[in-house]
DNA sequence: GGCGCGAGCCAC
DNA sequence: AAACGTGGCTCGCGCC
C-alpha cells in the first residue's frame, strides 16, 4: 500500500503490512514536499499517473520493492519498522476520536472579542485621521510611515524597513499611541477563535506523518499544535478544549527535551551533571537574563528563557540575542560567550555537527532517522549559512521527535493490553494528551510516564511532567 | 471563486 | 551581508 493510515481510516486495523511506499518516500527524502502517490510514480519512473486501479497497481508493485532497498541501503529501515509504520495506525485512531471542545465558550468568547475588535478599530481611524483597512500591512506602513512621519530604528535590514511587526510597533509607540493600538487590535484579533465546532461537539485533526524536514509531526485543518497558551486571553481558547463529563484531560510534557538530548549527544559534563542533580536549564538562563530566582519566576520569564537557550545552541547571533532581548549586540556577545565557555562540550559537539555535515551532507538523528542538507556546501554565503543552523537543529529536534513517536506506539499498545478506556487525543510535539475516565487517573499516569521516560535510555534522565483536569487550560 | 505569495503571528 | 530551528493559518494583494 502506499499511505497506512489513510488505509487504517478507511478500512480498519490491516495486519502484516510490509511496504507502505509514502512513508519509505519521506524516510528517503524528508525535505521534498510531496509525498503523493502520483508525486513519487513521477519522481521514480518519469510518468504522469492516469488514474485508472490496475495502472495504479502495477506501478505500486514495482515501486515499493525499489523503494525498499533504498531504505536498507540508508540503514532506514528499523526507523521505518519501529517507528514511522507502528506509528500511522496510531494516528489515524487519535484523527478518529477528535478532542471534545464546548461551542458555547468559543461561541460567547467570539462574540465578545469582535466587538472589542469593532470597538479599537475606530479608535484607531480616529487616531489614524482616516479610515483604511488595520489588517493591511501595506496600508498601515503608509498611516505610520508617510502620513505619521514615524521614524523606525535604522538598524533594521532594508527589506523590512517598512515593517509593521510587533516588534516594531512597540519601539515606535514611543512616538505616537497608535502603535500600542495596532498591537492591541492584534493581539485580539490574533486570539478571535476561528474553530468551528461540529455537530458532535468534538475536533478533528489531521496529522501529517511526511510533513515535516526533520521528523516532526504536523497537524492541520485544523493545526491543534499551535493553540494558544501565552496570553491570557489566548489561554481562554485553550480552556475550551474539555474532557467529557466524568473523564478528565491529562497531558504529559518532556522536560527540557532537545537540552537532554544535547547533553546526550555532546556529553559536555556541565550540561550532563545539571541534568543528573534534576536542575533545570531554562530556569537558570532565566535567573541570569532577568535577574529573577526560581520563585520569583512567571511562565513569561522561563518562556523568553527557553528561547533564548535553543536559540543560542541553534545559531543565534549577537544581532539576533540583542533583539530578543533588546540590549547592545557586545552584551550579547559576552553572553553567548559565556554560555558556550560554560557548555565548552556543547560548543565542541556543535563543531562536530558542522564537519560531520559538510562531510556526508546529512544531518541523522540518534535512531538513523536522515535529513539531507546539501546546501551545507553551497558556494552561497546565505544559502550555507541556513544551511549550517539547519544541520544544527536537525539531529536534535529530529530525536526528540522519534523518541515521542516511540513512547506513542509502546503507549498504544499498552493502553490495549491493559484494557483502559483512556485515549490519546493529540500530539504537540513534545506533549502528549490523553482523555480518560477520572478512575483511570492514577494507572494512566504511571503508564504515561514509564512508557514516555523510560523510551530509550540517554545520558541523562528524561523526564515527563504530568497535568490532570477538566480542561487544557487548568492542569495541575 | 481560487491560486500563489509575503507579512504577520500562533505553537513547539 | 546576514544574523536560532520546525511547522500551519489568516489576511491582503495581484492575478487568472
Ligand atoms: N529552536 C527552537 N526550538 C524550540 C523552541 N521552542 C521549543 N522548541 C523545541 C525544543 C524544545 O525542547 C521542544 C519542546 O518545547 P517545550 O515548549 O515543551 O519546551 P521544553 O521541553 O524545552 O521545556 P519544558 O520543560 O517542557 O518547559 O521544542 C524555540 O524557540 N526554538
Ligand atoms: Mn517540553
Ligand atoms: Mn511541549
Not at 513519487?40 to 506501478?59: N, T
Not at 498601515?140 to 530604528?153: M, S
Request: aromatic share 6%; charged share 25%; no cysteine.
Amino acid at each position: 500500500m502506499h499511505d497506512p493510515k489513510l488505509f487504517q481510516l478507511l478500512t480498519g486495523p490491516a495486519a502484516n503490512i510490509r511496504h507502505a511506499t509514502q512513508l519509505y518516500s519521506y524516510l528517503l527524502r524528508p525535505t521534498t514536499a510531496n509525498h503523493n502517490f502520483a508525486d513519487v510514480v513521477m519522481r521514480q519512473f518519469s510518468v504522469m499517473l492516469g488514474g485508472g486501479p490496475g495502472e495504479r497497481a502495477d506501478y505500486l508493485q514495482r515501486l515499493a520493492p525499489i523503494l525498499r532497498q533504498q531504505v536498507e541501503e540508508q540503514q532506514l529501515a528499523d526507523v521505518y519498522e519501529k517507528i514511522d509504520l507502528p506509528l500511522a495506525p496510531v494516528l489515524a485512531v487519535m484523527e478518529r476520536v477528535g478532542v471534545r471542545v464546548d461551542p458555547e465558550a468559543l461561541d460567547r468568547m467570539s462574540h465578545a472579542m469582535e466587538k472589542e475588535v469593532r470597538r479599537l478599530e475606530k479608535e484607531i481611524w480616529k487616531l489614524a485621521g482616516s479610515e483604511f483597512n488595520v489588517n493591511s500591512p501595506t496600508q498601515l506602513a503608509e498611516i505610520l510611515f508617510d502620513k505619521l512621519n514615524l521614524q523606525p530604528n535604522a538598524r533594521r535590514g532594508k527589506a523590512k524597513a517598512r515593517s509593521t511587526a510587533a516588534d516594531v510597533l512597540e519601539e515606535l509607540s514611543a512616538q505616537h499611541p497608535l502603535p500600542a493600538k495596532i498591537i492591541e487590535y492584534r493581539e485580539i484579533s490574533n486570539a478571535l477563535p476561528k474553530l468551528i465546532h461540529p455537530e458532535t461537539g468534538r475536533l478533528h485533526t489531521s496529522f501529517s506523518q511526511t510533513g515535516t524536514a526533520t521528523g516532526r509531526l504536523s497537524s492541520s485543518d485544523p493545526n491543534l499544535q499551535n493553540i494558544p497558551i501565552r496570553s491570557e486571553l489566548g489561554r481562554e481558547i485553550r480552556a475550551a478544549f474539555v474532557a467529557e463529563e466524568g473523564k478528565n484531560l491529562l497531558s504529559a510534557d518532556y522536560s527540557q527535551i532537545e537540552l537532554r538530548v544535547m547533553a546526550h549527544f555532546s556529553q559536555d559534563p556541565v550540561l550532563v551533571e545539571a541534568f543528573r542533580n534534576g536542575e533545570d536549564i531554562h530556569a537558570r538562563t532565566a535567573q541570569e537574563v532577568f535577574g529573577v530566582g526560581p520563585l520569583a519566576q512567571n511562565a513569561e520569564h522561563r518562556r523568553a528563557a527557553k528561547a533564548i537557550n535553543f536559540g543560542i545552541i541553534y545559531g543565534l547571533s549577537p544581532f539576533g540575542l540583542a533583539q530578543q532581548l533588546g540590549i547592545e549586540q557586545k552584551e550579547a556577545a559576552q553572553f553567548i560567550n559565556a554560555y558556550f565557555t560554560r557548555y565548552r562540550g556543547v560548543k565542541d559537539y556543535l563543531d562536530k555537527i558542522l564537519a560531520d555535515t559538510r562531510k556526508t551532507g546529512v544531518a541523522k538523528t540518534l535512531f538513523g532517522r536522515i535529513r539531507p542538507i546539501p546546501e551545507i556546501n553551497s558556494p552561497q554565503v546565505q544559502l550555507r549559512n541556513f544551511a549550517e543552523r539547519t544541520a544544527l537543529n536537525s539531529p536534535l529536534q529530529g530525536t526528540a521527535a522519534d523518541l515521542i513517536k516511540l513512547a506513542m506506539v509502546n503507549i498504544d499498545r499498552r493502553l490495549a493490553e491493559e484494557t483502559l478506556e483512556a485515549k490519546m487525543i493529540l500530539q504537540v510535539h513534545d506533549e502528549l494528551l490523553f482523555e480518560a475516565p477520572t478512575k483511570e487517573r492514577a494507572k494512566l499516569e504511571k503508564l504515561v510516564k514509564e512508557e514516555m521516560e523510560g523510551v530509550h535510555k540517554l545520558a541523562v534522565p528524561i523526564v515527563v511532567e504530568i497535568g490532570v483536569g477538566p480542561n487544557w487550560r487548568d492542569l495541575d
